[in-house]
Every structure is written in structure tokens, then in C-alpha cells.
């Protein structure tokens, strides 16, 4: 029997990713169970040239008051956007033993194959040294190989 060859691709594109801007008081609240606040939003947080070091405009928040809750919009921000494509190449070894149909298949994975950087969302807690930056990235590319006997 010939052998069988596949090769499968998966692309993934995502616009940008929502994030929620935080600070660590917790002025509107009265009890101990109760997360940290939104800050108060007194400009346009994306009238800044997005970079690595300063996603959004940061002097847009400042700090609410105590007792009140702060004006920040749930998922206000939008994060960097997401690009990445899969990559898979199969084939199949078919052959007969004892009188049955086996089958050797081969396989190598390539996850993100083209290596291009998807950053994370930026740190959006409004008391951080690091907020408006972005700290981290997803995967790189990552390949595998598998080796599987089917009998």
C-alpha cells in the first residue's frame, strides 16, 4: 500500500484583548471581602503611540476617593492583538503483519511556526511601577514530533 501524507494548518488571528484597569485600595468598600477598586478615568487612555513600555496613556486614571467607587469602565482597555499560526505534517506508514493491517504513523507539530511575538495584556493595576507596560509574552515557537505504531 502507498504510504499517506497529510499536512493540516490551523491560523489564529485575534484583534485585541480586553483587560480591566485596577488599583490596590479599596476605597468603596465596607467590608473585608471586597476586591480592589477601579480608578477614576479623567482622559482618554488611548491617546498615546502604543509601545512595550507605555501600552496606554497612564496619566488618564487617578485615584478614587475614599468612600466612592471609581469611574474606570469594566474592560476599558484593549491589549495587543494576537497572531499565530499551527503547522502539522503526517504521514502514514501502512503495512501487513500476521495477516493484519498495521500502520506506523509520523507526525511533526509546529505551534506558533512563523515565531511571531504575541504579547500579554499590559499590567493594568493602577498602583504597580509597571503599569501600562507590557512585562510579558506567550509562547514562542514550540515543535514536537511523534513517532505512533497503530496494530
Not at 15 to 20: A, K
Not at 33 to 45: E, L, V
Not at 73 to 91: E, I, N, T
Request: glycine share 8%.
Amino acid at each position: 500500500m502507498a504510504p499517506s501524507l497529510g499536512l493540516g494548518a490551523v491560523h489564529y488571528l485575534q484583534c485585541s484583548l480586553r483587560s480591566l484597569v485596577q488599583s490596590s485600595h479599596r476605597h468603596g468598600c465596607i467590608s473585608d471581602r471586597c476586591g480592589a477598586d477601579r480608578p477614576n478615568q479623567i482622559g482618554d487612555p488611548r491617546n498615546v503611540h502604543s509601545t512595550l513600555n507605555k501600552w496606554f496613556n497612564t496619566s488618564a486614571y487617578s485615584i478614587n476617593a475614599p468612600g466612592t467607587y471609581g469611574t474606570a469602565g469594566r474592560s476599558s482597555l484593549q491589549g495587543p492583538g494576537r497572531y499565530s499560526v499551527d503547522l502539522a505534517l503526517f504521514r502514514n506508514f501502512t503495512f501487513e503483519f500476521a495477516q493484519k493491517s498495521q500502520y506506523i504513523g509520523f507526525r511533526i507539530e509546529a505551534f506558533n511556526a512563523t515565531n511571531h511575538p504575541t504579547f500579554a495584556n499590559p499590567n493594568a493595576t493602577f498602583t504597580s511601577a509597571n503599569f501600562g507596560r507590557i512585562i510579558t509574552a506567550n509562547d514562542p515557537r514550540i515543535m514536537q514530533v511523534a513517532l505512533k505504531y497503530v496494530f
